[in-house]
Nanobody, 125 residues
């Protein structure tokens, strides 16, 4: 599996960004997908995840109501729409993938075995 994240950048607080993650190498609709982020000096943390097939989603409490994860099985991609961005959202954002027999959201980084290269999101105050 290969993952390519894109869409990061510099934005002012209150602004919006959409991250994309392109997936290749295996049947995309069989994979659970996730977004994680890592700020300097902090551990990689869960942002949002989406199940295989029917797109069940789950989010970290810190982003609920502001971020939306989605997948396009025709384009082999997932997206993270980020609205009302805050300075504390500043981090490197990573997409992740895991083959999943069950339809469920994976929320721990240890559950994933494929990672993209990361894309930097910087929110200025």
């Amino acid at each position: 599996v290969q993952l390519q994240a894109s869409g990061g950048g510099l934005v002012q607080a209150g602004g919006s960004l959409t991250l994309a993650c392109a997936f290749s190498g295996r049947p995309f609709n069989q994979y659970a997908m996730g977004w994680f982020r890592q700020a300097p000096g902090k551990e990689r943390g869960f942002v949002g995840g989406i199940s295989r097939s029917i797109s069940i989603t789950s989010y970290a409490d810190s982003v609920k109501g502001r971020f939306t994860i989605s997948r396009d099985n025709a384009k082999n991609a997932i997206y993270l729409q980020m609205n009302d961005l805050k300075p504390e959202d500043t981090a490197v954002y990573y997409c992740s993938a895991k083959y999943a027999r069950l339809v469920r959201v994976l929320m721990s980084p240890e559950e994933y075995d494929s990672w993209g290269q990361g894309t930097q999101v910087t929110v200025s105050s």
